[in-house]
C-alpha cells in the first residue's frame, strides 16, 4: 500500500525492552486489521534509541517524538510531557489516529486512558493493546472501555463530591482575576456570609455549587432560587415545619436550611424573599450556630451551613430591596461577578467551555470553531445576556452543523445569531430604559423615575458609576443616587 493512500496514524511509544520489533509487529497487526498506517509518531524518552530499518517500515513514515521523562513511572509527569509535547502534533493529523497503549508501563497506560477519556484526541482515535506473549503469536486487541464508561464514572464522581473547580483562577482578565482572588479569599473564611453580584448568566450559580462550596471544603450546596418559593409556604419551605403546624401539614418537614446542614445554602435572587422569611433569616444569620424554629415548633434546631446569597441587581438596588438588618448581615463580605464584556480576554476560554458543555454529539467538533469574523462579532457585542449569548450562538452553530445545511454553515449561523442579539439587545435596553413608559404620577415624581432610568441605562451601557459618570460629566455619587431613586 501507498504512503499517499494511507491516511491513518499511528501513536506509540517505543518499547524500552523490545525495541523496533515491537513497533514492527504492532504494524504488521494493525494492517492485518484493516488499518491504512502511512505515519507513525514514535514517542522515545531517551534520544539514541534504536530505530526500525527502513526496509521493514515500506512507505510508512516514521516521526520520532523525544519526549523526555524524568520518572516514567509518575502519571502527572507523563502526562504533563503528553500534553506538552504530543497533543500539538495531533492538530495536524487527518484520517484516523490508533494508539498503541501497551509500549511502557501501566502509568503510561492511565494517561493514554484519561486523556482519551477526557476527550483530548480526535474523534474516532482507536485504542489499541498490543501483546507479545514469549511463547505463541503476538496479537493485538481494540482496549474496550468506552469513553462512556469513564464519563459516567467522573459524572458520578462529580456529583458526589463537587470538588472540581469549574473556573480557571488563573483567567486572563484582571477583572475576573481579581473578582475570583476575592472570591476564593471570602469563601476560606468559615462562618462568613458571602453576597455575589453580577448580571444574569455570569456564571454565579455554578460559582457558588462548585468553587465555592469546594473552598469551603463543603460539597452539600442547597441551592435555593428565592423567587421560586410559594409564598405562602416560604417560611415552611426554608426552615420546615412541624406536624400540624397548619392545614395540611399533616407530617414534619425539614426545609432548605435543615438540609444544608453541615454545608452551603445558597440564596440565589436572594431580594425575591417575602419580608417576613427576610426578618427570621437575620435571626439565623446574628447565630453562629445558626438556629432556627420551625413553623409551629417550641424548639430551636441547628443548622451549622455556610450562607452565601446572589442576586443580578446592583448593591443599590439591592439595598433597597431587602430588609435593611439582612441587606447589612448578607453583604459584609460583597464579590462582583463582572460581566462578560469586562473580560473580553477571557471570551475565547468562555467560548470553548460553554461549545464543549453545549456539544450533543460526537459529530460536532470537539474545539469550538473560530475564525476572524467570530472574533470581531463576539468582540464587539455587549454579550448583555453574558454565557447565555454564548450558549445560544453555539446551539445555533450545532443546529445548522448537523442539520446538513452545507458548507457555510459557520458563516450563516454567526449572522443568525447577530441579527438574534440585536433583537435581544433591543429588548435589554428597553428593559432598561423603560421606553415607552413615562410612569405616571406628578411631573416631579415622573422626572425622578426618569432620571433613575436614565442613571441605570447609563450604568449598564458603560459598565460601572464611574466610568458613567465619567462619561456624562456629573458626579459619581449623583449617579448612584438617581440609580437609587432618592432625590437630590
Ligand atoms: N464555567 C462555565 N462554563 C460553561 N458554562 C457555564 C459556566 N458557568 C456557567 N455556565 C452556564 O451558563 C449559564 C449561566 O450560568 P449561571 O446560571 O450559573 O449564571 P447566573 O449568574 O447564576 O445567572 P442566572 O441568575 O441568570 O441564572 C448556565 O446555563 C450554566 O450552565
Request: hydrophobic share 40%.
Given at each position: 500500500?501507498?504512503?499517499?493512500?494511507?491516511?491513518?496514524?499511528?501513536?506509540?511509544?517505543?518499547?524500552?525492552?523490545?525495541?523496533?520489533?515491537?513497533?514492527?509487529?504492532?504494524?504488521?497487526?494493525?494492517?492485518a486489521k484493516r488499518a491504512r498506517i502511512g505515519r507513525v509518531l514514535y514517542l522515545m524518552q531517551a534520544e539514541g534509541m534504536p530505530l526500525p530499518a527502513k526496509a521493514d517500515l515500506g512507505d510508512v513514515e516514521l516521526e520520532q517524538v523525544f519526549v523526555p521523562l524524568s520518572d516514567p513511572t509518575h502519571h502527572t509527569v507523563i502526562h504533563e510531557a503528553v500534553r506538552a509535547r504530543v497533543l500539538p502534533r495531533l492538530r495536524s493529523l487527518d484520517g484516523v489516529l490508533h494508539i498503541n497503549v501497551s509500549a511502557g508501563t501501566p502509568a503510561m497506560h492511565a494517561v493514554w486512558l484519561v486523556l482519551h477519556a477526557g476527550g483530548a484526541f480526535p474523534e474516532g482515535t482507536r485504542l489499541w493493546s498490543a501483546?507479545?506473549?514469549?511463547?505463541?503469536?503476538?496479537?493485538?486487541?481494540?482496549?474496550?472501555?468506552?469513553?462512556?464508561?469513564?464519563?459516567?464514572?467522573?459524572?458520578?464522581?462529580?456529583?458526589?463530591?463537587?470538588?472540581?473547580?469549574?473556573?480557571?483562577?488563573?483567567?486572563?482578565?484582571?477583572?475576573?482575576?481579581?473578582?475570583?482572588?476575592?472570591?476564593?479569599?471570602?469563601?476560606?473564611?468559615?462562618?462568613?456570609?458571602?453576597?455575589?453580584?453580577?448580571?444574569?448568566?455570569?456564571?454565579?450559580?455554578?460559582?457558588?455549587?462548585?468553587?465555592?462550596?469546594?473552598?469551603?471544603?463543603r460539597s452539600n450546596v442547597v441551592t435555593v432560587p428565592c423567587?421560586?418559593?410559594?409564598?405562602?409556604?416560604?417560611?415552611?419551605?426554608?426552615?420546615?415545619?412541624?406536624?400540624?403546624?397548619?392545614?395540611?401539614?399533616?407530617?414534619?418537614?425539614?426545609?432548605?436550611?435543615a438540609q444544608a446542614q453541615g454545608g452551603v445554602l445558597f440564596l440565589d435572587e436572594v431580594q425575591d424573599l417575602e419580608a417576613r422569611v427576610q426578618r427570621q433569616l437575620v435571626r439565623v444569620l446574628q447565630d453562629p450556630k445558626r438556629?432556627?424554629?420551625?413553623?409551629?415548633?417550641?424548639?430551636?434546631?441547628?443548622?451549622?451551613?455556610?450562607?452565601?446569597?446572589?442576586?443580578?441587581?446592583?448593591?443599590?438596588?439591592?439595598?433597597?430591596?431587602?430588609?435593611?438588618?439582612?441587606?447589612?448581615?448578607?453583604?459584609?463580605?460583597?464579590?462582583?461577578?463582572?460581566?462578560?464584556?469586562?473580560?473580553?480576554?477571557?471570551?475565547?476560554?468562555?467560548?470553548?467551555?460553554?461549545?464543549?458543555?453545549?456539544?450533543?454529539?460526537?459529530?460536532?467538533?470537539?474545539?469550538?470553531?473560530?475564525?476572524?469574523?467570530?472574533?470581531?462579532?463576539?468582540?464587539?457585542?455587549?454579550?448583555?445576556?453574558?454565557?447565555?449569548?454564548?450558549?445560544?450562538?453555539?446551539?445555533?452553530?450545532?443546529?445548522?452543523?448537523?442539520?446538513?445545511?452545507?458548507?457555510?454553515?459557520?458563516?450563516?449561523?454567526?449572522?443568525?445569531?447577530?441579527?438574534?442579539?440585536?433583537?435581544?439587545?433591543a429588548v435589554e435596553r428597553k428593559d432598561v430604559q423603560g421606553e415607552g413608559d413615562l410612569g405616571t404620577g406628578t411631573w416631579n415624581e415622573r422626572v425622578e423615575a426618569f432620571k433613575q432610568r436614565l442613571a441605570r441605562a447609563a450604568h449598564n451601557e458603560h459598565g460601572s458609576y464611574v466610568a458613567a459618570a465619567e462619561a456624562l460629566a456629573v458626579s459619581e455619587r449623583a449617579l448612584r443616587e438617581h440609580a437609587k431613586g432618592k432625590k437630590e
Open positions: 500500500m501507498g504512503a499517499r493512500e494511507a491516511t491513518e496514524t499511528l501513536l506509540m511509544w517505543a518499547s524500552v525492552g523490545g525495541g523496533p520489533a515491537v513497533l514492527c509487529d504492532v504494524l504488521r497487526l494493525l494492517r501483546q507479545r506473549p514469549k511463547h505463541g503469536d503476538s496479537r493485538i486487541d481494540p482496549v474496550e472501555f468506552p469513553i462512556r464508561t469513564y464519563l459516567a464514572e467522573i459524572r458520578r464522581g462529580a456529583a458526589a463530591n463537587p470538588s472540581e473547580a469549574q473556573y480557571d483562577p488563573d483567567c486572563r482578565s484582571a477583572a475576573r482575576r481579581y473578582a475570583l482572588e476575592t472570591l476564593a479569599r471570602y469563601a476560606r473564611l468559615p462562618r462568613a456570609p458571602l453576597l455575589l453580584l453580577g448580571e444574569r448568566g455570569t456564571g454565579k450559580t455554578r460559582l457558588v455549587e462548585t468553587f465555592v462550596g469546594h473552598l469551603k471544603g423567587g421560586t418559593l410559594d409564598p405562602n409556604l416560604a417560611m415552611s419551605q426554608l426552615f420546615g415545619h412541624v406536624k400540624g403546624s397548619f392545614t395540611g401539614a399533616d407530617k414534619e418537614h425539614a426545609g432548605f436550611l438556629r432556627f424554629r420551625p413553623v409551629g415548633g417550641t424548639e430551636e434546631k441547628e443548622a451549622s451551613a455556610e450562607i452565601v446569597c446572589a442576586s443580578h441587581l446592583s448593591l443599590e438596588a439591592l439595598r433597597a430591596r431587602l430588609d435593611t438588618d439582612l441587606f447589612d448581615r448578607v453583604s459584609l463580605l460583597l464579590v462582583e461577578i463582572p460581566p462578560l464584556r469586562e473580560c473580553r480576554e477571557d471570551l475565547r476560554e468562555d467560548w470553548q467551555r460553554v461549545w464543549r458543555e453545549a456539544r450533543s454529539s460526537g459529530e460536532l467538533p470537539q474545539d469550538a470553531p473560530w475564525n476572524g469574523a467570530m472574533a470581531q462579532a463576539l468582540g464587539k457585542s455587549p454579550l448583555s445576556g453574558n454565557l447565555r449569548d454564548l450558549q445560544r450562538l453555539a446551539l445555533i452553530l450545532m443546529a445548522r452543523a448537523t442539520g446538513g445545511t452545507g458548507g457555510r454553515w459557520l458563516e450563516e449561523g454567526l449572522a443568525e445569531w447577530q441579527a438574534l442579539q440585536a433583537r435581544f439587545e
